[in-house]
């Protein structure tokens, strides 16, 4: 894909190669001539025209690929030259579809759990498997299986494991007979792979499952007996479509459901390559400089600075200190009339003119200053002017005489971190820098870069996993949640939802702030047990490991972990007969930044002085986080066979004893001895056979 701008293009036109449709490319080059680069950008309808008779070698795949010139390529962006991605970018998405091309999936999606239940655990090793989702219709209703689990709040299709000498196919009959029955199913088609990364909460390991989406179909109600194992662990159901939207958890489940819908647009995350030659099988974000190292390019940052309007016809803005004479020739104020106010005679009666330009009073301040003739500016500056250099302004506010203070940006410049959506990364902040690059071009400010570290934030979609819009009438309005689940529950579900300072997205979910309000009453609970007895060792290493688990995260704004945190740290003291008043406090103090108006009320409770958000956070003994045995994870040839309680510092001659005696380990074995041991003391041991 090029930009009409391309050196390439106006090298063919002006060549003596004859191309078959030179005049159609020229009459296009024409037509995008008279659009903006906003336009071209903003442009939904996307154009393009061939170069017939001309081909592209992919320098990955050495395949033949066509060259269209397109108008939504810019020149300024990058090279000015794309290889198109249909399956995994939108723009391209809807050329590819206009022009027929083929949309060919080279990213398998995947998908990583941020929230709980299922929340990754960090640190620890992932469990590797093969495995499928399995997506069953009834047999004579448009409805389909789901799982609703009993240990764990997941909602999920059938799912399971590929063992050794199955296709994704067999195992998925398999995994439909043993987890609910049926027996008496047609195979339709597999719908893809989509890889996800969370916690198996039963299992209790990081799991990351490669699973193939098996879609079947019951010819019938035959079905066998399931064994009561499995009807322990979950309850089938029969749901629709619309009900699955809202039942399945998982973000795979929901992806394999969106492509049982044929709701088979790009997927733009990251995710693992596929079709990609030498570089099948690794994950996008990894691979991708290495692929453009393979294929004879560079890395080359660009910036998108475009250029910018900074007058509008508007009131609210700063007023431009700016005159024009008789001529019509334009002035800057002088220092001795600036602060340059606006006026507040204005009418904003809709006349096509600028609100200053009805006001007599800033009229007749200029000619009082400047003489008869003399005519103001009467457009306001953008305020994105503003917003590039307010934080200057914040160190000294009052000066009437300097933009901020010398002495006080040398000693807080430049800022520790700044957080933003990430539309502001080509827009504000990325204006703001260079404002700040010019101001220290003219020795006005002691840095050249205004901010040390630039947090992304996340996204909150609607409950249908689309961004809210008006038009799709998915917009939620929290105050009718506040109303009917209090602002504490609705606030400590949107610092639950994901991390704030990552960028993804998360969908809305009723029954999110409906358990957040059930977590706030069993704290109530808790509280209304206490008792005034000693912290036991357990406890206070229970809320030793809340307090720094807390403090840490919330510091690096994951306040989803946090508040994890606090979680386990109820289920441990509603296990405790008499639950420390001590140990309370300080679970309240720690729930205050999340769930203030609740904390206030508990703290009082309590038997607190003053008001719990002017306590001190909790200190806690390090010594109790020492713990005395540790879970390391045993693998064969990376599966995971079992578990092995040793002491933390165990040696590796010890673990290998320990993880040797294990039934499961001696099975897999198969009477060969490992060729290699890997030891990561207190977490893993994995024998390669």
């Known amino acids: 894909m090029l930009a009409p701008e391309h050196p390439f293009v106006q090298e063919i036109l002006n060549s003596k190669h004859e191309i078959r449709n030179k005049h159609e490319i020229e009459k296009y080059l024409n037509e995008t001539a008279k659009k903006t680069e906003r336009e071209r950008s903003e442009n939904k309808e996307k154009t393009g025209v061939k170069l017939e008779d001309i081909t592209a070698i992919n320098p990955a795949t050495k395949e033949e690929i066509p060259i269209f010139?397109?108008?939504?390529?810019?020149?300024?962006?990058?090279?000015?030259?794309?290889?198109?991605?249909?399956?995994?970018?939108?723009?391209?998405?809807?050329?590819?579809?206009?022009?027929?091309?083929?949309?060919?999936?080279?990213?398998?999606?995947?998908?990583?759990?941020?929230?709980?239940?299922?929340?990754?655990?960090?640190?620890?090793?992932?469990?590797?498997?093969?495995?499928?989702?399995?997506?069953?219709?009834?047999?004579?209703?448009?409805?389909?299986?789901?799982?609703?689990?009993?240990?764990?709040?997941?909602?999920?299709?059938?799912?399971?494991?590929?063992?050794?000498?199955?296709?994704?196919e067999t195992a998925a009959r398999a995994e439909l007979q043993e987890e609910v029955g049926y027996t008496d199913a047609k195979f339709v088609k597999d719908l893809g792979v989509v890889h996800g990364k969370f916690y198996h909460v039963p299992k209790k390991t990081n799991c990351n499952a490669h699973a193939h989406v098996v879609y079947l179909e019951l010819q019938s109600d035959a079905k066998k007996t399931v064994a009561e194992t499995e009807q322990s662990k979950h309850e089938p159901l029969w749901l629709t479509t619309d009900e699955l939207r809202k039942f399945l958890t998982p973000d795979t489940h929901q992806h394999a459901l969106r492509w049982l819908l044929g709701d088979t647009g790009p997927y733009t995350g990251l995710g693992t390559l596929i079709d990609s030659g030498l570089f099948t099988r690794r994950e996008s974000e990894e691979a991708k400089w290495d692929i453009v190292k393979a294929v004879g390019g560079e890395r080359a940052t660009q910036y998108r600075l475009r250029d910018w309007l900074v007058?509008?016809?508007?009131?609210?803005?700063?007023?431009?200190?700016?005159?024009?004479?008789?001529?019509?020739?334009?002035?800057?104020?002088?220092?001795?009339?600036?602060?340059?106010?606006?006026?507040?005679?204005?009418?904003?009666?809709?006349?096509?003119?600028?609100?200053?330009?009805?006001?007599?009073?800033?009229?007749?301040?200029?000619?009082?200053?400047?003489?008869?003739?003399?005519?103001?500016?009467?457009?306001?500056?953008?305020?994105?002017?503003?917003?590039?250099?307010?934080?200057?302004?914040?160190?000294?506010?009052?000066?009437?005489?300097?933009?901020?203070?010398?002495?006080?940006?040398?000693?807080?410049?430049?800022?520790?971190?700044?957080?933003?959506?990430?539309?502001?990364?080509?827009?504000?902040v990325l204006y703001a820098r260079f404002f700040m690059k010019a101001l220290y071009d003219l020795a006005l400010?002691?840095?050249?870069?205004?901010?040390?570290?630039?947090?992304?934030?996340?996204?909150?979609?609607?409950?249908?996993?689309?961004?809210?819009?008006?038009?799709?009438?998915?917009?939620?309005?929290?105050?009718?949640?506040?109303?009917?689940?209090?602002?504490?529950?609705?606030?400590?579900?949107?610092?639950?939802?994901?991390?704030y300072n990552e960028p993804g997205s998360y969908p809305w979910n009723l029954d999110g702030v409906a358990a957040m309000r059930k977590f706030l009453e069993r704290v109530t609970r808790l509280v209304e047990r206490q008792a005034a007895v000693e912290m036991e060792k357990e406890v206070a290493q229970a809320v030793a490991r809340a307090c720094k688990k807390v403090a840490e995260d919330n510091d690096r704004f994951k306040f989803n972990t946090a508040i994890a945190a606090l979680m386990i740290l109820v289920n441990e003291l509603e296990a405790v007969p008499s639950v420390p008043k001590e140990a309370l406090a300080q679970l309240v103090i720690m729930l205050a930044p999340f769930a203030p108006h609740l904390a206030e009320h508990l703290w009082g409770e309590l038997g607190g002085e003053g008001s719990v958000h002017q306590q001190v956070w909790p200190v806690f003994d390090s010594n109790l986080l020492v713990s005395g045995v540790a879970n390391v994870t045993v693998q064969v040839n990376g599966k995971r066979r079992g578990f092995v309680s040793l002491p933390p510092d165990a040696s590796e001659a010890d673990a290998t004893r320990a993880a040797r005696a294990l039934p499961a380990v001696f099975t897999a074995f198969g009477g060969k001895e490992p060729r290699r041991v890997v030891y990561v003391s207190g977490k893993i041991i994995n024998f390669v056979v």
């Open 69 to 168: 010139v397109a108008d939504y390529v810019l020149a300024s962006y990058g090279t000015g030259a794309v290889m198109a991605v249909p399956a995994h970018d939108e723009r391209d998405y809807e050329f590819a579809k206009k022009f027929g091309l083929p949309i060919k999936q080279v990213i398998e999606p995947t998908y990583e759990q941020t929230t709980e239940p299922g929340k990754i655990r960090e640190g620890e090793p992932f469990d590797h498997r093969e495995a499928i989702i399995a997506i069953v219709k009834h047999w004579s209703e448009e409805k389909y299986i789901a799982l609703k689990w009993k240990e764990v709040a997941w909602g999920t299709f059938i799912t399971g494991g590929i063992e050794e000498g199955q296709t994704p």
């Open 311 to 428: 007058s509008r016809q508007r009131y609210w803005g700063c007023p431009i200190p700016i005159v024009y004479d008789s001529e019509g020739k334009p002035h800057a104020i002088p220092a001795e009339h600036l602060p340059w106010l606006l006026p507040t005679d204005v009418d904003f009666t809709p006349t096509g003119k600028a609100p200053l330009a009805s006001s007599k009073e800033l009229q007749e301040r200029v000619t009082r200053i400047f003489g008869e003739g003399w005519t103001p500016e009467y457009d306001t500056l953008d305020t994105f002017v503003d917003s590039s250099w307010y934080f200057l302004r914040y160190l000294a506010p009052k000066d009437v005489h300097n933009f901020s203070d010398a002495a006080l940006m040398k000693a807080w410049l430049p800022i520790n971190r700044y957080s933003g959506g990430s539309e502001h990364t080509t827009m504000h």
């Open 445 to 499: 400010v002691p840095v050249e870069e205004p901010f040390a570290e630039r947090f992304n934030r996340g996204l909150i979609m609607g409950s249908d996993g689309a961004k809210m819009s008006k038009s799709k009438g998915n917009v939620v309005n929290p105050d009718e949640f506040v109303q009917k689940y209090g602002a504490d529950a609705v606030r400590l579900y949107l610092a639950f939802i994901g991390p």
